[in-house]
């Protein structure tokens, strides 16, 4: 009875988060005519893949799809390596303005995304790198939160450990690497997820420095294809296309789902 009652309360906290998804998986499957049916039916009648197909033909989609990948895969890795050198630094030498360097880095998590818009966007431009995908990377290259996550973790790392690989032998970069960086798995996993979601599903900067359509993430090529939602004929090949759009974050996330969650049981307990 406590199990099914358990069963219930979860489904009951999944069904709204998983609501929007069910429905974009059966609206790209419907046709024109079911899509403007009153009241709505809850499964298509005819399911077709016919708008799958048509998103690629209305919009280079598949080129923006890889677009997408590159960026936010390389994106992902220069926040990694950036993140666990830095945070390995902060957390484990001292020198004079460490604190304040920290603290630092820290406050411009808090600064709006607007706010740091125009400056980025005169300094890339000034680098010849508009429309460019550097362009597009210089500001992502390295990230405060992954500093900052990093930081905290490292500094649970035995110091113990670290002077006995110095004993042996062992420069900073190989103690950070064969030594640091396999205690900080949950940690580099669950950073690595929050990255790629976040730079695969950031719009404004790449709308911004980007003017090539060719050069275009999935999200503006996606945002071309909102156009035709002004057509209820259309508005399953918008729901296919978000639905692929989606379909990376997802299956990064599942992949790693049980190194996520470690890492959120290990934050909460200590001792």
């Known amino acids: ?10 489904a009951l906290v999944m069904l709204p988060a998983l609501f929007p998804l069910y429905w974009m998986v059966i609206s790209s499957l419907k ?3 079911e899509l403007q049916s009153i009241p709505p039916t809850w499964w298509p009648g ?3 893949f016919g708008a799958f197909a048509e998103v690629f033909e209305a919009v280079p989609f598949g080129t923006a799809f890889l ?3 590159l960026l936010a895969g390389v994106a992902t890795l220069s926040v990694l390596v950036t993140s666990v050198l830095a945070g390995y630094v902060f957390a484990k030498h001292r020198f004079r303005g460490r604190e304040a360097l920290f ?3 820290v406050a411009t998590m808090f600064l709006p995304p607007v706010l ?3 400056p980025l966007y005169w300094l890339v431009s000034s680098m010849d790198l508009a429309d460019t995908y550097l362009g597009v990377l210089l500001p992502w290259l390295a990230n405060a939160f992954g500093i900052f996550l990093m930081r905290q973790f490292v500094s649970d790392v035995p110091d113990e450990l670290l002077d006995a690989a ?4 062992a420069g900073e970069l190989r ?3 064969r030594v640091v960086t396999p205690l900080l798995r949950p940690a580099v996993v669950s950073l690595a997820i929050f990255s790629f979601v976040f730079y695969w599903n950031t719009f404004i900067w790449p709308l911004s420095i980007l003017q090539d359509d060719a050069k275009f993430p999935v999200v503006l090529a996606l945002s071309q294809l909102l156009s035709y939602s002004t057509s209820v004929q259309y508005q399953n090949v918008v729901m296919a296309g978000a639905l692929i759009a989606s379909l990376p974050t997802i299956v990064v996330f599942l992949l790693a789902q049980r190194v996520f969650v470690a890492s959120l049981s290990r934050t909460g307990v200590k001792g």
């Open 175 to 177: 103690i950070v690497w």
């Open 166 to 169: 110095r004993i042996d032998g």
């Open 103 to 105: 603290w630092g880095v």
């Open 67 to 69: 677009n997408s990948l």
């Open 116 to 118: 740091t818009l125009v």
């Open 46 to 48: 005819e399911p077709s």
């Open 31 to 33: 046709g024109p005519e």
């Open 1 to 10: 009875m406590r199990r099914a009652l358990a069963a219930a309360a979860i």
